[in-house]
Structure formats: structure tokens, C-alpha cells
């Protein structure tokens, strides 16, 4: 190949076959993203496309090894003077991507990894479309995760293209499909494994075969009768899922597309007015904080090396299963010890059930089921750089379980406990090295929740620390260093939330009215289905350990729910109902007739108080972290970007006088250190 030119971000090569190939190189980045700069670069590359006689075609690639191009480079949605400035930024990318559309040479975008956002926009306006067809290939324009819509044209090509009907789907929910999803679906025109990417790209030039184009019952779905019937339906759909007051973007492309349709120039003007409004929302200013505070839980121990290979997990309940299957499905090598296999069994089919929906190709399926390896008589402990014990809430059996492991294990190997309350420095005194413990607590379901607290007792090694911090992040999760102290940061926070949810029961208030509350809040479930899901035995045993230390009055109705094995979602009854696939059997929904928001401040207020205590105690380093703990340790309505930010929002002092007032108003008289002295 013969370099021709090369600019900043982008660098131009002909190969023998007069085929112009244009990689996109961020400079001094390790992932593809789109800023003004690399438009405007792009810009005029395809302004000198315009009259090329030289050349048969263009095809379009990344040269970086992680992926084509991962959206827009979401710095920059901070920058924005006035909606205005918005818009105009967004017009002027629609007009480049128009060029694109336009250049009469044929063009392809050539995709492996990832391929979202900004990245598929652009690839949209391509003639063709070639991807690698692995799972490691996604797909999708996942914008309205930011609390905006795609605002590059994305919402008019995508629907003209495949039907409103599946790209609404994938607009609305900000769903990602695999490479071949994609071609099945139509936006892509060829899934190829990797070795065949390039001669599949280089068919689209030389043979330039029919561009891809609607079917007929595609193209009916974008005519104006049709939009007002599907418009219709489609809104109620996503109307269950979110309320439009919390996330107005979904919505606003549905308007957009029932008003205007996909053909005129009108469609891409309103989509840019509409993204534009939406930058300067609260939804997207709050959404684009928790998306960098992700960041900042990635980005920590990034310079650690350290590569286990071997996890040992004890205990093959619940969440030992589900920790151990997890490690597998991240390409670990994993035993899992209990006392008889007949403990193991059902945490063995459980992680097979997880590999067919995660990794759905029957070979990667089977690789997984070869990573796990039930182990008795634990075999698996002098091998391992990793063991984590996931035993029952007891402090004297997890005690006598380290002293176990400590007699075992290698020298450097890792020592973690998944204890959810009791403090690394009540179980580390067994220890000859108690700087070898330290707390990875994972949250359930596993393979759902992103957040894992690493916990640093008193005598926890920093270099510990930062190699649990390591190996977070290596299975995919996001990691947060906590100070070991009773319940760490997410039960510390949660459980008295739930338990004040059940107080607010035995005044008579409908357990229905609490949990509508608190999804009207923006909380993914209500407290009360969140203690069913979390398991009331759970709930009770950290409730009573939480209790010894801050004087927490456990209710009575948990206890007595629990002596009655009705355990929640598990035993199918708890404080609701289950049907055997464990679907909360609707209950009948007792009056009430207050505003729910009196329910709804009581509980934040409560969750406010604890979140600002543990700031004070240095549970963890500052409100960012606790935000962030909270977003995706519990599923705190991201929107409101985290318990610290709500509070500054609505104003720290006025919510600490509320509380205050609630304090009294049950006879609490006793004083509670100010809010707004604590440093966040």
C-alpha cells in the first residue's frame, strides 16, 4: 500500500487494486471518538472525494485494535455555550455525513468491536456496511442512555432503512446487537468471521452490488397513517418502562418521527433542534456525570499488573455459584469448593443457563463449562491467585474458614472475603497475615449488577487493594474502595431505607403506595420488591448486624416473615407474591389517597442522612464515589445523577431542616451532625 496523505486523526493508503482505505486514528487516544476537530478533518477528505477519478472506492476503518468508533466524544457535551451552539454543531455534522452519502465513488465501513453511537451514524451514511461477526462486535446508538437522541441523522437513516418498527426498538431502549443480529436485522450488509473482513469490504468495491433497501412492509411503516398507529402503541410501551418527565428523550424521537417521518430535509433539521433541547436538560447533565463517574471507577488501579489466572470461590450457594460463574464466563480458570457435590450441582447448572444467554455460540458455551470445576475437596486452594470465600453471615465459620485457606494457599496468593456487613478486622485476627484480606463484595443477581465494593480493612496491604481493584475490573465490573466498616457503603445506605419502608407498613400505609413511590422517584423497583429480591433472610441477618452497631430496631414483621420461611422471591412469597418463575403476582392495590411524595422524601431523606455519615467517617473517599456506589450498587435514579448530587440540587441545608422536622415529628429528639458540614 502506498501512503498518499495523512492528517492529524486520519491517515489516507491506496492499495494495488486502486482502493482508497481511510482509517481514523484519534491522536493520543486508545479508542476511536468524534470531536469537532476529527469532523471537521473527515470533512475535507471527503470534500477531495468529490471529483476522484484515481480510485474504484473508499473503504472506512479503524486503526485502532479496540473497536471502529465508540460515539462522540462525550467531553464535549459539557462545552456547549447555549442550545444554539448545540445545534449548530449537530447541523454541521449531519451536513458532512450528507457529503459522505453523496460521494459518488462506492464507500464502505469496514467494523469490528465496537460501532455506536456517532460511529454508526457514520457508518450509515456509508454505501455499505461489512462487520466481523463476533460477539465482541456491538452495535447500536445507545444515546438515549445519555438522556439525548442520535442527532447525526441516526434516527432518520436507521429508520429508513430496516422499518420503524426494529429501529425504534433499538433507538428507544439503546439496545447494542452483535454483528450478525445486525446483518439479520438489515443494517449491515455482511457478517464475515475476521480473516474474510477485508476481502468482504474490498467485494463492495469492486463489484459494486445493489445498495441495501427497504422492503416494501419496511418502507409502509414509515408513512404517515402507520406512524400514527405504530407512534401510538409504541409510546405506551416505553411509557410502562420510563415516565417521560425522568427521560424525555425516548419520547422526543417518537415525536420527531410521527411529525416529520424519515424523507425530508425537515427530519434531520427537527433531529438536531430536538437533540440540541435535550444537552442542556437535567436528565443529560446528570446522566453525562454518572457516565464520567463510570469512568473514574474504571480508570482506577489502571497501572497495576497484575494477571491472576486461577480463582478458588467457597461456598456454591447463591452468590458463590454466581461469582464463580462469572469469573468462568470472563475466561477464568475457576474451582468451587463446598462440602458435597450435591451443594455444587445446582450452582453448575445455574452458570450453564447464564453461558447459553451470554454467550449463545455452543462452542464458547462449552469453553465457560471447562473454566468451572467443581471441587470438593478444595484442590483448587494451593493453585490459586485468587480465593474468595462466599459463606454463610457468620463471623466464627468465615473466621475458621481463613484460618483454612491461610494453611493452604501460596504465599501471594489474594485473600478475599464477599462478607455484605461484618468488618475485615473482626474476621482477619485468625490471620498470621491479616494484610492479605481484603473485601471483594459482589451484589445480586452477579451477572446483572455492575458494582463491586473492595473493601480495605485497618491491616489490608495498599498493593492488595489495588490488585482486587485490578481483577474488578478484569471480570467487567466497576470497582469501589470502601473503608471497612459495618455494611461498607451500599448496605450501610440501603438497609435502613428498606427498614424504614417497612415501619411505614405498620403505620398503615399499603405496601403497593411505597413502592409506587419510590419508582416515581426514579428507584428501579420499590423498596419493599427490592427487599423480596434481596431475600428477606438476607435482609434480617445484616439487619441485626447493622443494628449492633448503629441502633437500627430491626421490625417485627421481618422476623416474623423469616421464622415463617417466607423468604421473598425465592420461596415465591415474602411480602408479596410469586408465581413459580418468579413474577411478583400482582396484589390487589389497597387505597390511598396522600401525595406519594411525602412517602418518597421520608425515604430519600433517611438514605440522604446515612449517605452524609458515611462521607464523615471516610467510608469512602468523596461524594463522587458514594454517587457512583449508589448508581450501581442499588440503581439510585441515575437520572438524578446519585444521593450527594440530588442534594445539592434541591439544596443540602433545606433538605437537612426537613429532616430534622421528620426526626421530631416521631419523638427522635436526639441531635444529628449537620449535612452541610459534612465535606463532599
Excluded at 410502562?240 to 425530508?264: C, M, R, S, T
Excluded at 474468595?388 to 453471615?393: D, L, M
Excluded at 420488591?529 to 447493622?546: E, H, I, Q, R
Aim: aromatic fraction near 8%; include cysteine.
Amino acid at each position: 500500500m502506498n501512503t498518499t496523505q495523512s492528517y492529524k486523526h486520519w491517515w489516507l493508503e491506496t492499495d494495488s487494486d486502486h482502493i482508497l482505505w481511510l482509517y481514523f486514528d484519534k491522536q493520543h487516544a486508545s479508542v476511536n471518538t468524534i470531536d469537532r476537530e476529527v469532523m471537521e478533518e473527515f470533512s475535507t477528505i471527503i470534500d477531495s472525494l468529490t471529483n476522484d477519478t484515481t480510485h474504484k472506492g473508499v473503504i472506512i476503518a479503524s486503526a485502532k485494535k479496540s473497536g471502529f468508533i465508540a460515539g462522540a466524544d462525550i467531553s464535549q457535551f459539557t462545552q456547549f455555550k447555549d442550545i444554539d451552539e448545540a445545534v449548530s454543531i449537530l447541523l454541521l455534522g449531519q451536513q458532512i455525513l450528507e457529503k459522505l452519502e453523496n460521494v459518488k465513488l462506492p464507500v464502505v465501513a469496514m467494523i469490528y468491536g465496537f460501532c455506536l453511537g456517532g460511529g454508526l451514524e457514520l457508518a450509515l451514511a456509508c454505501h455499505y456496511r461489512v462487520v466481523e461477526e463476533s460477539g465482541k462486535t456491538r452495535l447500536g446508538l445507545p444515546e438515549v442512555k445519555l438522556g439525548i437522541h442520535p442527532g447525526w441523522g441516526g434516527t432518520v437513516r436507521l429508520s429508513r432503512l430496516i422499518g420503524a418498527p426494529q429501529a425504534l426498538n433499538l433507538i428507544l431502549n439503546g439496545h447494542t446487537v452483535s454483528g450478525k443480529a445486525a446483518a439479520k436485522l438489515g443494517f449491515v450488509d455482511a457478517a464475515v468471521p475476521k480473516r474474510q473482513l477485508v476481502t468482504a469490504a474490498k467485494y463492495y468495491i469492486l463489484n459494486k452490488p445493489p445498495r441495501r433497501k427497504p422492503t416494501a412492509l419496511q418502507a409502509l411503516t414509515n408513512q404517515k397513517i402507520m406512524r400514527q398507529i405504530i407512534g401510538y402503541y409504541v409510546r405506551r410501551q416505553v411509557q410502562q418502562k420510563v415516565n417521560p418527565i425522568h427521560y424525555p428523550a425516548p419520547f422526543h424521537v417518537l415525536d420527531n418521527w410521527e411529525h416529520i417521518g424519515v424523507e425530508a430535509h425537515a427530519a434531520y433539521e427537527r433531529e438536531a433542534k430536538s437533540c440540541g433541547k435535550l444537552f442542556f436538560s437535567e436528565t443529560c447533565q446528570n446522566l453525562v456525570r454518572v457516565f464520567f463517574l463510570q469512568d473514574k471507577l474504571k480508570g482506577l488501579a489502571k497501572d497495576t499488573s497484575f494477571s491472576p489466572r486461577h480463582i478458588h470461590v467457597i461456598g456454591a450457594g447463591t452468590m458463590g455459584g454466581d461469582i464463580a460463574a462469572w469469573c468462568a464466563v470472563q475466561g477464568f480458570t475457576v474451582t468451587l469448593q463446598d462440602l458435597e457435590p450435591r451443594f455444587i450441582a445446582p450452582a453448575i447448572k445455574r452458570a450453564y443457563k447464564l453461558f447459553k444467554e451470554k454467550l449463545k455460540e455452543q462452542n464458547l458455551v462449552q469453553k465457560a463449562m471447562d473454566n468451572l470445576i467443581p471441587d470438593v475437596n478444595g484442590n483448587g486452594i494451593p493453585r490459586a491467585d485468587i480465593i474468595i470465600e462466599a459463606v454463610i453471615e457468620d463471623l466464627a465459620i468465615k473466621q475458621s474458614t481463613f484460618k483454612m485457606i491461610e494453611s493452604k494457599a501460596k504465599p501471594q496468593a489474594i485473600l478475599a472475603t464477599n462478607t455484605s456487613s461484618i468488618p475485615l478486622d473482626e474476621i482477619n485476627t485468625v490471620l498470621q497475615q491479616p494484610e492479605r484480606l481484603v473485601g471483594i463484595h459482589y451484589f445480586n443477581p452477579v451477572a446483572k449488577m455492575q458494582l463491586v465494593e473492595v473493601v480495605k480493612g485497618e491491616h489490608t496491604s495498599q498493593k492488595v487493594v489495588e490488585q482486587a481493584i485490578s481483577f474488578v475490573r478484569k471480570i467487567d465490573r466497576l470497582p469501589l474502595p470502601v473503608k471497612s466498616s459495618p455494611g461498607f457503603l451500599v448496605n450501610r445506605i440501603l438497609m435502613p431505607y428498606l427498614l424504614e419502608a417497612v415501619e411505614l407498613m405498620k403505620e398503615g400505609i399499603p405496601m403497593t403506595a411505597i413502592d409506587k413511590a419510590m419508582t416515581n422517584f426514579g428507584m428501579p423497583m420499590g423498596p419493599i420488591t427490592l427487599a423480596d429480591t434481596v431475600g428477606l433472610d438476607v435482609c434480617l441477618s445484616v439487619a441485626k448486624y447493622l443494628g449492633n452497631y448503629f441502633n437500627i430496631p430491626v421490625p417485627q414483621r421481618l422476623i416474623e416473615l423469616v421464622e415463617q420461611k417466607k423468604l421473598g422471591k425465592k420461596t415465591n412469597e415474602g411480602f408479596y407474591q410469586y408465581d413459580k418463575r418468579g413474577k411478583q403476582i400482582k396484589p390487589e392495590e389497597a387505597p390511598y389517597d396522600k401525595p406519594l411524595e411525602s412517602i418518597s422524601n421520608r425515604l430519600v431523606l433517611i438514605m440522604l442522612n446515612e449517605a452524609f455519615a458515611c462521607l464523615r467517617e471516610g467510608v469512602v473517599a468523596d461524594g463522587d464515589l458514594l454517587d457512583a456506589g449508589m448508581v450501581y450498587g442499588t440503581g439510585f435514579a441515575p437520572f438524578r445523577g446519585g444521593p450527594v448530587n440530588y442534594a445539592k440540587s434541591q439544596g443540602i441545608h433545606e433538605l437537612y431542616q426537613q429532616f430534622i422536622k421528620q426526626q421530631q415529628a416521631r419523638g427522635e429528639k436526639d441531635a444529628v451532625q449537620a449535612w452541610e458540614t459534612t465535606e463532599v
